[in-house]
């Protein structure tokens, strides 16, 4: 367990727990796609993964920026939320209801995710890390922008048809 004795410390640690959890998401996501059966779900799992490689990419970027080594520290609450989504793909369900229980377990990554990443980005300006807290918005744009496309394609379709 790392020492805590500063907030320097703690957004350390909170990237390695982003780092890990998204590294988490990169296997999970083409799981999920494939079991999803509307295909806006599927292009949505599929181009959000794509995103997802980027976020990686971006937070070994921040890494670098505040001169640290990339490094996971394992994020117990996206092996949980993936486990959700796991069940989902596992459920004898209709292919609309399974649907929206992809959906709902997406929509819970990305709010989580936008948790993180709200928090890691307020404590980059805290510190002066401006470059930092620029990609952190950036990943946090596009984490809202993938649950608002979950959202859309569940209110649109998939909520209905599984109704």
Same mark, same amino acid.
């Given at each position: 367990?790392?020492?805590?004795?500063?907030?320097?410390?703690?957004?350390?640690?909170?990237?390695?727990?982003?780092?890990?959890?998204?590294?988490?998401?990169?296997?999970?996501?083409p799981k999920m796609?494939?079991?999803?059966?509307?295909?806006?779900?599927?292009?949505?799992? +599929?181009?959000?993964?794509?995103?997802? %490689?980027?976020?990686?990419?971006?937070? *070994? !970027?921040? &890494? /670098?920026?505040?001169?640290?080594?990339?490094?996971?520290?394992?994020?117990?609450?996206?092996?949980?939320?993936?486990?959700?989504?796991?069940?989902?793909?596992?459920?004898?369900?209709?292919?609309?209801?399974?649907?929206?229980?992809?959906?709902?377990?997406?929509?819970?990554?990305?709010?989580?995710?936008?948790?993180?990443?709200? +928090?890691?980005?307020?404590?980059?300006? %805290?510190?002066?890390?401006?470059?930092? *807290? !620029?990609? &952190? /918005?950036?990943?946090?744009?596009?984490?809202?922008?993938?649950?608002?496309?979950?959202?859309?394609?569940?209110?649109?379709?998939?909520?209905?048809?599984?109704?």
């Amino acid at each position: 367990m790392p020492n805590l004795n500063s907030l320097q410390d703690l957004f350390v640690e909170q990237l390695q727990d982003l780092y890990d959890a998204e590294q988490q998401l990169t296997e999970a996501l083409p799981k999920m796609a494939k079991a999803a059966k509307n295909p806006q779900l599927q292009q949505a799992f +599929t181009a959000h993964l794509t995103e997802t %490689q980027g976020h990686v990419d971006r937070l *070994a !970027q921040v &890494f /670098q920026i505040i001169g640290e080594k990339a490094e996971r520290k394992t994020c117990k609450a996206m092996k949980g939320l993936i486990e959700e989504g796991n069940e989902a793909i596992q459920e004898e369900a209709a292919p609309e209801v399974k649907d929206a229980a992809l959906i709902a377990a997406g929509n819970r990554v990305e709010h989580y995710e936008m948790a993180g990443y709200g +928090t890691v980005r307020t404590f980059a300006q %805290q510190l002066g890390f401006s470059d930092a *807290a !620029q990609l &952190f /918005q950036q990943t946090l744009d596009e984490e809202v922008a993938a649950d608002q496309k979950l959202t859309q394609i569940a209110e649109s379709r998939v909520n209905q048809q599984a109704q």
